[in-house]
């Protein structure tokens, strides 16, 4: 397959988790929560210089293509990993930059208050995490493992949870303190007692 061919056929695809398209690039910052968030889900690419109808702008300069890699390598906490493709078609350049899956979550993108935020692929929307997503990839990643007991406090906090609860409304029925509150619904999560969902702009959590 030619390059117009292979570009065409990932523009057919549309957005979606693991495709993003950005016509033109004028802030790292921005870019860099794209580049976040696929490389806390599934990996993922970004087609850079095609517009959100499927149309061809193309990258204009080599300013576009510095603030690429000031997204991944400045503006992501840790560095993320990146490739960059160019692409020359219908007289204009493409850039995919493809973001493997991290092995190192949270990656975390700086804003321009230099404040780090972690983001996640949901369809095609970059959404900032809830704290226990950032519990959770801390868990996975402890190299002693994770022991549950079921005691009281579990019992407590499973009770909180009859219907699906957002996290702040599982604090308020169970009395928990909410750290203890993420920390259990993380290792919940984990051990597949508790699944999480993306609904109206919220995080969901219910017993499985």
Same mark, same amino acid.
């Given at each position: 397959?030619?390059? +117009?061919?292979?570009?065409?056929?990932?523009?057919?695809?549309?957005?979606?988790?693991?495709?993003?398209? +950005?016509?033109? /690039?004028?802030?790292?910052?921005?870019?860099?929560?794209?580049?976040?968030?696929?490389?806390? #889900?599934?990996?993922?690419?970004?087609?850079?210089?095609?517009?959100?109808?499927?149309?061809?702008?193309? /990258?204009?300069?080599?300013?576009?293509?510095?603030?690429?890699?000031?997204?991944?390598?400045?503006?992501?906490?840790?560095?993320?990993?990146?490739?960059?493709?160019?692409?020359?078609?219908?007289?204009?350049?493409?850039?995919?930059?493809? /973001?493997?899956?991290?092995?190192? +979550?949270?990656?975390?993108?700086?804003?321009?208050?230099?404040?780090?935020?972690?983001?996640?692929?949901?369809?095609?929307?970059?959404?900032?995490?809830?704290?226990?997503?950032?519990?959770?990839?801390?868990?996975?990643?402890?190299?002693?493992? #994770?022991?549950?007991?079921?005691?009281?406090?579990?019992?407590?906090?499973?009770?909180?949870?009859?219907?699906?609860?957002?996290?702040?409304?599982? /604090?308020?029925?169970?009395?928990?303190?909410?750290? +203890?509150?993420?920390?259990?619904?993380?290792?919940?999560?984990?051990?597949?007692?508790?699944?999480?969902?993306?609904?109206?702009?919220?995080?969901?959590?219910?017993?499985?």
């Amino acid at each position: 397959m030619d390059d +117009k061919r292979y570009i065409h056929s990932l523009i057919r695809e549309g957005e979606h988790q693991q495709q993003d398209f +950005k016509y033109r /690039v004028s802030d790292a910052c921005k870019l860099a929560k794209s580049v976040s968030a696929f490389a806390n #889900t599934d990996g993922g690419r970004l087609l850079i210089g095609v517009r959100d109808d499927g149309n061809l702008s193309g /990258v204009r300069s080599e300013e576009e293509i510095y603030m690429m890699h000031q997204a991944a390598y400045k503006y992501c906490k840790p560095e993320a990993s990146i490739k960059f493709d160019t692409y020359h078609i219908e007289g204009r350049t493409i850039v995919i930059a493809t /973001v493997p899956p991290s092995t190192r +979550k949270p990656v975390c993108a700086i804003d321009a208050e230099g404040k780090a935020r972690a983001y996640i692929r949901i369809n095609d929307e970059n959404i900032v995490v809830s704290p226990v997503h950032l519990a959770l990839w801390r868990e996975s990643q402890n190299p002693q493992g #994770t022991v549950m007991t079921y005691d009281d406090t579990i019992r407590q906090l499973l009770d909180a949870m009859p219907t699906q609860q957002t996290l702040n409304q599982i /604090v308020r029925q169970s009395r928990l303190p909410r750290h +203890k509150v993420i920390t259990l619904l993380a290792r919940l999560i984990r051990f597949g007692t508790v699944s999480w969902q993306y609904t109206n702009q919220q995080f969901l959590f219910s017993l499985v």
